[in-house]
């Protein structure tokens, strides 16, 4: 028997996961630059940006895309 995989690249993964690794990889200002919103430019932190993340479905799908982009081109390399 076997399992089926989900086509979702993002399944399993939390959003506090990928911003964790984005902040650690990129930096808040990197991460300001790619997307224009004040939790990553004016004063982040990991759970103002939650907070706004989760509430926003345009920018957690901004940060999704930015980290699977980040997460491509990082493992081609």
């Not at 506090?16 to 939790?39: F, P, S, Y």
Request: with cysteine; charged share 25%; aromatic share 10%.
């Amino acid at each position: 028997m076997t399992t089926a995989q989900s086509p979702d690249p993002l399944h399993g993964i939390t959003l506090k996961a990928i911003l964790e690794l984005l902040v650690t990889e990129l930096g808040w200002e990197e991460m300001g630059r790619h997307i224009r919103i004040n939790c990553f430019t004016d004063n982040p932190s990991i759970n103002s940006s939650l907070k706004f993340l989760r509430k926003t479905p345009w920018a957690r799908k901004k940060v999704e895309e930015l980290y699977l982009d980040f997460s491509n081109f990082r493992f081609k390399v």
